[in-house]
């Protein structure tokens, strides 16, 4: 027997439970299990316990779809595509620690636009200290048919980034995915390269054309907090990507990381496979949350 979902525990919360102090503890700590850190949770109740008592709601259905609206607040989609207009340059920088699946979802992301007719997609392999990293995206590369620029392990990130950018220039309009490095546990040294690389990314991008996104491990709850505050903090972050999203137990991370930071999410990876990636839908992540 694994862990309940939220929603299971949800269920069980309003068996024979007025909807008393204590059924609004019980929810509280219901919410901090399913990932969404205790600042919001506290928050979400008390929100949830003051607009029952203001609006009269008592019956479970009313008061699931309060929470639902609650939720639904904080948590925000967004569709984001390349300009393709005329001899625009798109970068794209995808950021992470090591292990979320960063790479992966390069590749994944490259395919994607590939298929929407975005023929100069080009993956910039500016993750060049994990040694298996630029054998990783060339292996994508190849699998998926798409360009892959990289340099020497060891090598400037920001320079790799930087000619993958005039490669994308040379061929008109285009888009540029650079991976980049996530070793969080040197995080001044990972802040300092990411600002050069940012630096460069936005001298070579055409107005308007530059985005950073965060991919994040939809199993790991506050620590995908903490995480996407570090990178916000190091370059300032436009959307994310929650991968490992198929797993059984649906967390509310996009909850708390949209409620803290504002942070939309774009696109969900569901699956190994390089088509294994959606687009993100709030309320059918709340739903999902809240077993609707």
Same mark, same amino acid.
């Given at each position: /027997?694994?862990?309940? =979902?939220?929603?299971?525990?949800?269920?069980?919360?309003?068996?024979?439970?007025?909807?008393?102090?204590?059924?609004?503890?019980?929810?509280?700590? =219901?919410?901090?299990?399913?990932?969404?850190?205790?600042?919001?949770?506290?928050?979400?109740?008390?929100?949830?316990?003051?607009?029952?008592?203001?609006? $009269?709601?008592?019956?479970?259905?009313?008061?699931?779809?309060?929470?639902?609206?609650?939720?639904? =607040?904080?948590?925000?989609?967004?569709? %984001?595509? +390349?300009?393709? !207009?005329?001899?625009? !340059?798109?970068?794209? /920088?995808?950021?992470?620690?090591?292990?979320?699946?960063? !790479?992966?979802?390069?590749?994944?992301?490259?395919?994607?636009?590939?298929? @929407?007719?975005?023929?100069?997609?080009? %993956?910039?392999?500016?993750?060049?200290?994990?040694?298996?990293?630029?054998?990783?995206?060339? /292996?994508?590369?190849?699998?998926?048919? %798409?360009?892959?620029?990289?340099?020497? $392990?060891?090598?400037?990130? &920001?320079?790799?980034?930087?000619?993958?950018?005039? &490669? #994308?220039?040379?061929?008109?309009?285009?888009?540029?995915? &650079?991976?980049?490095?996530?070793? %969080?546990?040197?995080?001044?040294?990972?802040?300092?390269?990411?600002?050069?690389?940012?630096?460069? #990314?936005?001298?070579?991008?055409?107005?308007? #054309?530059?985005?950073?996104?965060? *991919? *994040?491990? &939809?199993?790991?709850?506050?620590?995908?907090?903490?995480?996407?505050?570090?990178?916000?903090?190091?370059?300032?972050?436009?959307? /994310?990507?929650?991968? @490992?999203?198929?797993?059984?137990?649906?967390?509310?991370?996009?909850?708390?990381?949209?409620?803290?930071?504002?942070? +939309?999410?774009?696109? *969900? #990876?569901?699956?190994?496979?390089?088509?294994?990636?959606?687009?993100?839908?709030?309320?059918?992540?709340?739903?999902?949350?809240?077993?609707?």
């Amino acid at each position: /027997m694994g862990k309940l =979902s939220f929603a299971e525990k949800l269920r069980n919360l309003f068996k024979g439970k007025n909807q008393n102090e204590e059924f609004f503890e019980d929810l509280t700590d =219901s919410l901090i299990e399913g990932d969404i850190g205790a600042k919001t949770a506290f928050e979400i109740s008390d929100t949830l316990e003051q607009n029952c008592k203001k609006n $009269h709601i008592t019956e479970q259905k009313e008061i699931v779809q309060e929470l639902k609206n609650i939720l639904l =607040s904080y948590v925000k989609d967004i569709n %984001l595509e +390349p300009d393709l !207009t005329e001899q625009k !340059t798109n970068i794209w /920088m995808i950021l992470g620690v090591n292990g979320v699946g960063k !790479t992966t979802s390069v590749a994944k992301l490259g395919l994607w636009f590939k298929n @929407k007719g975005v023929e100069n997609t080009i %993956l910039a392999s500016a993750d060049t200290f994990r040694a298996a990293a630029i054998e990783q995206l060339e /292996m994508h590369g190849n699998k998926i048919g %798409l360009r892959v620029v990289s340099h020497q $392990h060891g090598s400037d990130p &920001a320079a790799v980034v930087y000619d993958a950018a005039e &490669a #994308c220039r040379s061929k008109g309009t285009g888009l540029v995915l &650079a991976d980049t490095a996530g070793r %969080l546990h040197n995080k001044e040294n990972l802040v300092r390269e990411l600002q050069k690389i940012d630096k460069i #990314c936005r001298e070579k991008a055409s107005g308007g #054309c530059y985005k950073k996104i965060l *991919v *994040v491990d &939809a199993t790991t709850g506050q620590n995908a907090l903490r995480q996407a505050e570090v990178f916000n903090e190091a370059v300032g972050l436009d959307a /994310m990507i929650l991968t @490992k999203y198929d797993s059984t137990a649906k967390g509310g991370v996009a909850v708390s990381v949209g409620k803290e930071l504002g942070l +939309p999410v774009a696109f *969900v #990876c569901n699956g190994e496979k390089y088509e294994n990636i959606a687009l993100f839908n709030a309320e059918e992540y709340i739903n999902e949350f809240l077993g609707l």
